[in-house]
């Protein structure tokens, strides 16, 4: 199945330190592909992969369950743990909640992680309702492109299948029962004006991981999808200074051969 315009998986080869980011839910790497063109540009590697059942079509979404999502990112902090010296995890909402999976099961090989509006739970009467509707109803209305900036679009789908949306309820659970087993560094993001995720989501994740450095900032500027919003650029630069605090000098230092993108290929 052919990847829509802009949702194609971005890879750079960089320097010693490495960068992982993840996508969110019916989301693709179009809204993160700016801050990893961003960390790139610094010297960085930097693995953005496109998450099974993403990026296509909603159809293909509703055959693929958590443990693929996770799976995706899991097999590229591997590869990225094979080839730098230390590895940190970024992500947006569901892509937070992976970033901090990540974190809680790999702990010190993981050496910090920011969090962007970050999903912890699905939320309302219709959450409850899930294990039985998603047999019933196939789906719901989208949610991609809660942006305040003017002229800016998140590529996203804009159904979401109930079967989905189930799975994506169970992964939460998972990961939340996991977050006492977070530790590391953490810098947080949050947007006050997020209609997808509320700010309830970001107080329940500091409020569970066992991390002492911990930072939050909020945006705002930016509803849900904040790295394509008004506060973007905010975001860039304070993942750069977290990453250059804790492994000095990796947003200064590239490659004697400057690096190079190592393609866009689908399937991560």
């Not at 809204?31 to 496109?50: D, F, I, M, N």
Request: proline fraction near 6%; aromatic fraction near 6%; glycine fraction near 10%.
């Amino acid at each position: 199945m052919p990847v829509l315009p802009g949702a194609e998986p971005f890879r750079h080869e960089g320097g010693e330190i490495g960068v992982l980011l993840c996508h969110g839910f019916t989301g693709t790497p179009q809204s993160l592909r700016p801050w990893a063109e961003y960390l790139a540009a610094r010297g960085l590697t930097v693995s953005l992969p496109l998450l099974p059942g993403h990026g296509t079509r909603w159809e293909d979404l509703r055959v693929t369950g958590w443990q693929d999502w996770y799976a995706e990112v899991d097999r590229e902090l591997w590869a990225l743990r094979k080839r730098c010296a230390r590895v940190f995890v970024l992500g947006l909402s569901m892509g937070g909640a992976l970033t901090l999976r990540l974190a809680a099961r790999h702990g010190a090989a993981v050496s910090g992680i920011v969090l962007v509006n970050p999903a912890n739970k699905v939320h309302g009467v219709a959450a409850r309702a899930l294990p039985v509707v998603r047999h019933l109803v196939a789906t719901t209305r989208g949610i991609a492109s809660d942006i305040a900036k003017p002229g800016s679009e998140e590529v996203g789908y804009d159904r979401v299948p109930l079967h989905s949306a189930y799975a994506l309820r169970e992964f939460l659970r998972v990961v939340d029962r996991e977050l006492p087993q977070v530790t590391q560094p953490v810098l947080l993001l949050h947007s006050p004006a997020d209609h997808v995720v509320p700010p309830a989501d970001s107080a329940r994740v500091l409020s569970r991981i066992s991390s002492t450095d911990v930072r939050e900032i909020l945006l705002e500027q930016s509803y849900h999808v904040a790295t394509l919003d008004h506060d973007a650029e905010r975001i860039f630069e304070e993942s750069l200074g977290f990453i250059d605090r804790l492994a000095p000098g990796a947003g200064r230092v590239a490659r004697a051969d400057g690096g190079g993108e190592m393609g866009s290929t689908t399937g991560g």
